[in-house]
């Protein structure tokens, strides 16, 4: 056997060689920013230099070709230097102002729209769905695209009340992330057991202590060790299927997709909010899921024509509250939006604050 | 020479609209690469049966035991053959990006041409944790590929029960609401948890993430076991010059609704520039010759509203650091919970504010890894022990900045409170 080449455990690279020289120059002492048009930022530092983003969306999977691609156009027509945001746009920076408008056109001729900056509905997060995850119940790279193809104008457009995040999660782990308006595969049916398989490819230990309902039990069948769930207890989260994928969650019928609003991390105004559900029973209809877009849009458009200026959806749901969130949105409230998790009491209300 | 092409009619619909397509480039890899093929294929087939076929196993590199996701297709005929053959092993190496995603077109060429040698030619920039995602690569490809990006500068990132690779801001390199160097602490912390990557040995996954300030471009707060998130203790900055400027652009309805009525603890008055009040901890800006804006800023909780919205009128202090939260995750298994504030205000300017900053990191794992459950969260711990114990642990005294509210139950075993209260008492002393 050949001698194996040992790691260089380098840990995370120094950014420094990759910085653009103007944001080198500029490292922590900035002075502030301006956006002098959609998908374009501008930031001032106190040396008085000046730098111009642009940022453009892009489909995150992306082949080399792509890559390619958007590295000629940063050499052409930006100065070589890219960064990608946390959602997986990239941002092009250039020290000359006559040098925004051409890469702005080079990048939309090339098909990557320009955009995604202040009020605008930012590219999703997501998550790797049926192309690479082990439990997904949907795709996620297919309902992004989908969804994007139809929210691209307000991609390329700064006119939401406030920005607006969007994820999609391909199971209810929610990888994707939290967001102001996210979509998540919801399991509706407890595992299915393949009997036979479970003593080979399971620690069944592990399995029953991954169960955060105490619905798993080990069990004796047809001869052989294997599990048993508690359907009456089971909340179908999909915990179990990881370690145990004879213990099959994803349904081709029976996995919807929720629908959750208000999450939001940012410290700015209110204190951070999780997202809530107020939506579930949506088909899993690949390749463009129809029904999901058609209530995303309802929800966004609501929002965009109600909020006051700076309102996230949070904050305008806090405004209006929940009961007229749901008049507005036309969503019905059914009773599994009342929590009864954990710490569930909190979220109910004990006042008679009622708007009527 | 390519093989030919499976059918792919739903597939094929997800090439049209606007939005660039990942079908087009799984296309364009497709024509020179049979492995492209049948992951189309495979990925049809999902699109058709609306079921997912990948399951994991163990794929790793020399001297590593974690950092490659291995996927090996389910998707198999009558007698047990895969389906789609070329295919059949699909992993993805998580590689670990420069602080703030920055890149030059130079290095991201290599790693194209590398992924192109030895893997799909598909690559995520970037995963849910940060990493770059070189997505698809044979199990005999795997160790080639991270030969080469590790030669490059690149080393592999996270998985399973690991320190995972972390994401900062775009931050201090062109942000002017960045209060600390992202990068800087998120390499030095980072780099302290190498081994703690590269070989999973932790009771469940830890997260730490950057943001240089509470807008928390990150989501920090939400999603990592440890978020540091930039603020500052001083008062704020105003400009006069931008001040006037946003004003003259924006006018008195817009300072009224969007500034000054959404401060979240009213903390800014317009006041005539003769009645503005004096003080240690007041801030003023004109906005015209006779108006005034007014800050008491023992009152402000640095939330950054109005300094995004009147950007450089307003700007963060100068005695920067950060707020230090413990415990955030998502859903498994305890549901929802938000990281807690464990340091109210760490200073992070010196060589030894960021050595601070690493050594917090380290006892924060060690405790975790010595009292977490298998699979537990930090956060699930802490909910399970309680913060008090948490605290004691690690060495961190309490702050009434780390509730909401004090505690509204009564049953509390509370024999000790008078030597607490002399503990206090002394330190307070002792800081004069």
Not at chain 1, 69 to 86: N, P, Q, S
Not at chain 1, 93 to 117: Q, Y
Request: hydrophobic share 35%; net charge neutral.
């Amino acid at each position: 056997m050949a001698q194996m080449r040992t790691p260089i455990e380098s840990g995370v690279p120094d950014n420094k060689p990759y910085l653009h020289p103007t944001l080198l120059k500029n490292y922590g002492n900035w002075k502030y920013h301006d956006r002098p048009r959609p998908g374009v930022l501008h930031h001032v530092s106190h040396s008085g230099d000046e730098v111009w983003s642009v940022r453009a969306g892009t489909q995150r999977q992306m082949d080399v070709y792509t890559i390619r691609k958007l590295c000629d156009i940063a050499d052409t027509y930006a100065e070589g230097h890219v960064r990608f945001t946390i959602r997986s746009n990239i941002e092009f920076m250039v020290s000359d102002p006559n040098k925004v408008a051409p890469l702005i056109n080079a990048l939309e001729e090339s098909g990557f729209p320009v955009g995604g900056t202040g009020n605008s509905v930012s590219m999703i997060a997501h998550t790797q769905g049926w192309l690479h995850c082990d439990i997904p119940g949907t795709d996620a790279s297919g309902v992004v695209k989908a969804l994007m193809d139809e929210l691209y104008d307000e991609f390329k457009r700064e006119d939401m009340p406030n920005r607006v995040h969007l994820s999609t999660s391909c199971c209810e782990i929610n990888c994707g992330g939290q967001a102001d308006i996210a979509i998540i595969v919801q399991h509706t049916k407890p595992p299915k057991i393949n009997h036979d398989l479970v003593a080979n490819a399971c620690e069944r230990p592990a399995v029953v202590a991954r169960c955060p309902v105490a619905a798993i039990r080990p069990a004796l069948v047809n001869g052989k060790p294997s599990l048993e769930v508690d359907e009456k207890k089971c909340i179908c989260c999909g915990a179990c299927y990881p370690p145990c994928p004879p213990m099959q969650i994803n349904d081709p019928e029976h996995s919807k997709l929720a629908i959750w609003v208000g999450g939001k991390n940012s410290n700015a105004r209110g204190k951070p909010t999780f997202m809530k559900m107020v939506a579930s029973g949506l088909p899993n209809n690949a390749p463009r899921w129809p029904e999901v877009s058609e209530m995303v849009k309802k929800i966004l458009y609501t929002y965009k024509a109600d909020a006051r200026p700076w309102e996230r959806l949070s904050d305008w749901v806090e405004r209006i509250g929940w009961p007229r969130f749901f008049e507005k949105c036309d969503l019905p409230f059914t009773k599994y939006l009342i929590d009864d998790w954990r710490g569930s009491r909190a979220n109910l209300n004990a006042s008679t604050h009622i708007r009527f | 020479m390519a093989k030919k092409m499976h059918a792919t009619p739903m597939l094929d619909e997800l090439e049209s609209g606007p939005w660039p397509s990942f079908v087009t480039g799984l296309k364009r890899l497709a024509k020179d690469k049979d492995y492209m093929v049948d992951l189309m294929g495979q990925l049809e087939t999902s699109y058709q049966t609306r079921k997912g076929y990948w399951k994991g196993g163990t794929v790793g590199v020399f001297g590593y035991g974690g950092g490659v996701i291995p996927r090996f297709t389910e998707l198999k005929d009558a007698e047990g053959k895969p389906q789609f053959p070329d295919a059949a092993e699909f992993h993805t190496l998580r590689v670990q990006p420069p602080a703030g995603m920055h890149y030059n077109t130079d290095i991201l060429r290599k790693m194209a041409d590398i992924w192109e040698r030895h893997g799909s030619g598909l690559i995520a920039f970037h995963g849910q944790s940060g990493d770059i995602m070189f997505q698809g690569a044979k199990t005999d490809k795997v160790q080639d590929a991270f030969d080469e990006l590790n030669e490059l500068g690149f080393d592999l990132g996270g998985a399973g029960p690991a320190v995972r690779t972390s994401m900062s801001c775009v931050g201090a390199a062109r942000c002017e609401q960045s209060c600390y160097d992202e990068a800087r602490a998120h390499r030095q912390v980072l780099n302290t948890f190498t081994d703690d990557i590269h070989r999973p040995a932790l009771p469940y996954k830890f997260k730490f993430k950057f943001s240089g300030c509470s807008n928390d471009c990150m989501n920090s707060i939400q999603r990592s076991d440890m978020a540091v998130i930039g603020t500052w203790r001083d008062n704020m900055r105003t400009d006069e010059t931008l001040a006037r400027k946003w004003f003259e652009k924006h006018g008195m309805n817009e300072l009224v609704n969007d500034v000054i009525n959404r401060c979240p603890t009213k903390t800014i008055m317009l006041k005539e520039v003769k009645d503005v009040a004096k003080g240690d901890k007041i801030s003023s800006v004109k906005i015209n010759d006779t108006q005034c804006l007014e800050i008491d800023n023992s009152n402000c909780v640095r939330c950054m509203h109005c300094i995004n919205v009147m950007t450089g009128a307003l700007a963060h202090g100068t005695d920067t650091g950060a707020t230090i939260l413990v415990g955030g995750k998502r859903t498994l298994k305890i549901g929802d919970l938000m990281g807690t504030v464990v340091v109210p205000f760490m200073p992070l300017k010196t060589d030894a504010d960021y050595q601070q900053l690493v050594e917090l990191g380290q006892k924060v794992i060690d405790f975790f890894a010595e009292n977490a459950l298998e699979h537990e969260r930090t956060g699930e711990m802490i909910e399970r022990i309680g913060l008090v114990n948490f605290l004691e642990g690690i060495g961190l005294e309490v702050d009434a900045n780390m509730v909401s509210t004090p505690r509204t139950n009564p049953y509390v075993r509370a024999d000790g409170w008078d030597d607490e209260v002399a503990k206090i008492n002394a330190r307070k002393q002792a800081a004069g």
